[in-house]
C-alpha cells in the first residue's frame, strides 16, 4: 500500500512556485513593489515606482524618471505530514527574492521602462518525506521570473496606456524526490500585458488591467513524470483586474482592486488529483498618510478565495502556501538627492488543513510572513 501512495506522490509531487513560498494568490504576490506591499497589494489604480507593470503597465507613466530596488525575505514556519499522520516533517524556512524596476520620462506623454519580478516557491523540509527509504531532505522549487519591459502613453485628459510584452525565465529543481535522481531543468515563455489608468479627477483615479496566460515550454526532464499532466509544461495563469484611488484628503488616500485569476486554465495545477487550483477572486485595500514632507506610512489587507482543498492535501504539501489572508504594514522615508528608502512587513493569518479523501493522513499546519525593504532613487 506505502508503494501506491509513493507512486501517487511522484506524480502530484512538483506544485510549487519561486523564490518564496507565495501569498495569499496561490502562487502569486499579494502585491508587487514595496509600497504597494505594504497597501495589501491595492496597486492597479496607485502606482508608487518602478515595478508598476508587474501591477499595471499603464501605471508607470505616473512615476517618473527613477530606479527601485527590494527585496522581500520570506520567513516561514510548519508542521505536516503526509500520507501518514505519523509521518511528520517540518517547515523551517528564511529565503530572499528581490524585485527591481526602472523607467524614463522621454517626454510629457511618453515613458519607457522596465521591471522584473517573480512569482512562485521554495519548499524545504528539514527532512525526507518518506523516512528510511534513503532519500534526501525533501525541497522542491518551482518559479517564474518576468522582465517586463514597458511603454506608456497619454491620451486626451488624464487617460494612460501601458504596454508590457513579457519575457518569462522558469526553472525548476528538486531534492529527494522517490524515484528521481536530484535535478534541475528549466524553460521560457512570452507574453505580454496591458494596462489603462484614468484621472477621472483631482480626487479619483481608476485603472484595469489585462494579462493573458502565458504558454511556457516544457521541462524536458520532469515532462515524462512530474509534469506529466501538462506535458511538462507550467504555464502563468490569465488575470483581469480593476482598482482606484481615492484621495480622501490632501494627506490620506485610499486604493482598493479586485483581481480574478483564471487558475482552471493552468493544467499543472488544476489537477485535482494533485494541487487542485480553482479560478479565484482577489479583494485588496490599502491606506497610505503623508505623515510629513519626507515620511510615509501605509497600511492594508488582502482577502482571497482558498485554494486550500483538503481533498488535494497531498499536492499542497509541496506549495504549502495555503493561507488566504494577509495584513501589511510600511513607512517610506526620504533622503537628500533624491533616495527613498522602504520598510514593512507582510503578515499572513496562519492556517491549517486537514486532508481528506486521498489526502487522507496529509495534514498541514504553517505560519509565514514577509520583511520588505526598498530602496529608491529619483532623478
Not at 152 to 157: E, I, L, P, S
Not at 227 to 233: D, I, L, P, Q
Not at 321 to 346: C, F, K, M, Q, R
Request: charged share 20%; net charge neutral; with cysteine.
Amino acid at each position: 500500500m506505502k508503494i501506491i501512495k509513493i507512486s501517487r506522490f511522484a506524480v502530484v509531487l512538483f506544485c510549487l512556485h519561486s523564490w518564496h513560498v507565495s501569498a495569499s494568490n496561490g502562487v502569486l504576490m499579494s502585491g508587487y513593489g514595496a509600497k504597494s506591499s505594504t497597501m495589501g497589494g491595492a496597486s492597479i489604480a496607485l502606482p508608487y515606482d518602478s515595478l508598476a507593470a508587474a501591477n499595471n503597465p499603464a501605471g508607470m507613466a505616473k512615476v517618473g524618471t527613477r530606479m527601485d530596488f527590494n527585496l522581500r525575505v520570506f520567513r516561514g514556519v510548519g508542521d505536516t505530514s503526509f500520507a501518514d499522520k505519523k509521518n511528520t516533517n517540518s517547515l523551517n524556512v528564511t529565503t530572499p527574492a528581490p524585485e527591481m524596476g526602472f523607467n524614463y520620462q522621454y517626454d510629457e506623454l511618453t515613458t519607457f521602462g522596465v521591471s522584473v519580478f517573480s512569482d512562485g516557491s521554495a519548499t524545504s523540509y528539514s527532512g525526507p518525506v518518506f523516512k528510511g527509504l534513503g532519500l534526501d531532505d525533501y525541497y522542491v522549487s518551482a518559479a517564474h521570473i518576468t522582465v517586463a519591459p514597458t511603454v506608456t502613453r497619454k491620451f486626451g485628459d488624464g487617460l494612460y496606456i501601458g504596454v508590457a510584452p513579457t519575457f518569462v525565465y522558469g526553472f525548476v529543481k528538486t531534492e529527494g524526490v522517490p524515484f528521481r535522481e536530484n535535478d534541475k531543468d528549466s524553460a521560457i515563455g512570452w507574453g505580454g500585458r496591458v494596462g489603462f489608468l484614468w484621472e477621472a479627477n483631482e480626487k479619483l483615479k481608476i485603472g484595469a488591467v489585462y494579462s493573458p496566460k502565458v504558454k511556457m515550454g516544457a521541462f524536458d526532464k520532469y515532462k515524462d513524470n512530474l509534469f506529466s499532466y501538462s506535458k511538462g509544461r507550467y504555464d502563468l495563469a490569465e488575470q483581469v483586474g480593476v482598482g482606484l484611488a481615492y484621495k480622501i484628503t490632501d494627506r490620506l488616500e485610499l486604493a482598493a482592486d479586485f483581481l480574478k485569476i483564471y487558475w482552471s486554465d493552468v493544467d499543472f495545477l488544476n489537477d485535482k488529483s494533485g494541487i487542485g487550483y480553482t479560478d479565484q477572486k482577489v479583494w485588496r485595500i490599502g491606506l497610505a498618510y503623508q505623515v510629513s514632507d519626507k515620511l510615509s506610512v501605509r497600511g492594508g489587507y488582502s482577502y482571497a478565495d482558498s485554494l486550500a482543498d483538503p481533498e488535494s492535501a497531498n499536492g499542497l504539501y509541496n506549495i504549502p502556501a495555503i493561507s488566504n489572508e494577509s495584513y501589511s504594514l510600511g513607512l517610506s522615508y526620504d533622503l537628500p538627492d533624491g533616495y527613498e528608502l522602504t520598510g514593512g512587513v507582510e503578515r499572513h493569518i496562519p492556517k491549517s488543513i486537514k486532508g481528506s479523501g486521498a489526502s487522507q493522513g496529509t495534514n498541514i499546519d504553517v505560519d509565514y510572513g514577509y520583511f520588505i525593504f526598498g530602496v529608491s532613487k529619483r532623478f
